[in-house]
């Protein structure tokens, strides 16, 4: 009797996971659907080879729009910062710890009208430094500046996507 409702209960849990596998289940990030106005845009006040400007792209494209050169749509970054700043010391007085930033606003134009006034992106992530891994921690520190890149984007195209008329 016991062996049958261990197997079921494992059973129930198995087709649970499943479940949220399968096509029709959640997913943790959804595409945006971007207005088609809001489509096809350019990025003004930092400069095109910047890696944010790359993330934005990407995430764009995957929303469905294109970055331009010159487009209907401008967005123009405001004092734009990212660096890192220690939080923590060690007994012996060395950085264990730095907190790694991102902040900037942003305001849209639509065809030379204001659409959106100034909107403030701030994020963060702390990072813990081990002095006998410098090399993995200098490549950790990148992928935690590029998720930084990729979630500033995406709060970008969210508020894109639900800015009303």
Request: net charge positive.
């Amino acid at each position: 009797m016991r062996f049958n409702t261990a197997l079921t209960i494992i059973l129930f849990a198995v087709s649970f996971v499943l479940q949220g596998c399968s096509d029709s289940g959640f997913h943790l990030r959804k595409n945006l659907d971007l207005p088609v106005k809001y489509q096809r845009v350019q990025i003004d006040n930092l400069h095109q080879d910047h890696a944010f400007v790359k993330f934005f792209q990407l995430a764009l494209e995957e929303a469905g729009g294109e970055l331009l050169e010159s487009a209907p749509t401008k967005i123009q970054i405001h004092n734009f910062q990212e660096g890192r700043r220690v939080v923590a010391y060690t007994s012996e007085r060395r950085a264990r710890e730095y907190l790694l930033f991102l902040r900037f606003e942003y305001s849209m134009q639509l065809k030379e009208k204001t659409k959106l006034a100034r909107r403030r992106v701030n994020v963060d992530r702390t990072f813990i430094y081990d002095a006998n891994f410098a090399l993995g921690k200098a490549e950790e520190e990148n992928q935690i500046r590029n998720n930084l890149y990729e979630e500033a984007s995406r709060l970008m195209l969210l508020r894109l996507q639900y800015t009303l008329d």
